[in-house]
């Protein structure tokens, strides 16, 4: 099947070496010419799980020649509609030039996978793309770039739930056939119809770690072990939890555990929100914490701490 990678980072690189492996039809989407050309060039480096590095083939071209390629100037493949389009870019870079460029890439019949972190995308792309079938999607799949161009590795394993953003907008065929190859290329995937908790569940898990790693300056497994931190994260965890469930969100008993255990099974790893801080990149705090303030201010709800880890992280780059 014909599919598109939009974004060059890690989880697009993991992605589309891991689908190219299994035969698909891959092109990749990227912010610069340089890193498409490499890609083409040279592949994707892909070191797997078990430590194996291998180059894979695949289709790129950067996303500012998309005009071009609609003018039918572009290298072959890159002309006509793909199936599918993984969105696999940060919050921060859905912007309107990009949402211009997923217009001239998608055709009614496209499907849009979107795996990013945080709240607040969705809406936007659907009004952007109020043809595309829109789809969310959860990852917790670990992977972490190389290089500024082509090398991945590929650090952990996790589910990859997706599911159709509007009940009315989704194709059966299409999603089971993405499913399938997905499964083939390795990833433990399924389909949900229960999105909207799921990318909540994730939202709190991230809300919590990823600011105060990033305040912090430290790993995701030393966060818990300093009790003021501690204390802290128990905090943002109990005023999030309330937000979120009160905004539909199902309330569950071990929410708390799980957010300590994917400090601990995440122990060594520096979350993406550190990593963007410490490489002057801007982070997704406004999609993450200042997501769920947006959502309290609706709901006429208190979000302190939320509001202030979303204003200190502003202030860090
Ligand atoms: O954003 C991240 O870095 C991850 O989702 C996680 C697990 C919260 C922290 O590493």
Redesign the pocket.
Known sequence: MKIHIVGGGAIGLLHAGLLAQTGQEVTVWTRTDKQAERLREEGIRLETLDGDARDIPVNSYSLASLQACTKGQAGDGAEQSPAWILLTVKQSHIDEPLLNQLQLLSSGKTAILCLQ?GIGHMDKLAAALPRALLYAGVTSVGARRLDDARHVRHTGDGPLWFGAYAEDKKDDNLQILLLNILKSAGFHAGLSNEMKDMIYQKLL??AV??PLTAIYDTT?GELPQHPSRLKLMRALFEETSAILTADGMKSSDNGWQLVMR?CEA?AA?V???LSDVRAGRQTEINWINGGVSGLARRLGIASPFNDAVTTLVKQLR
């Open positions: 972190n898990i991230n770690i990823n995701n994917v995440t790893n979350s993406s929100m």
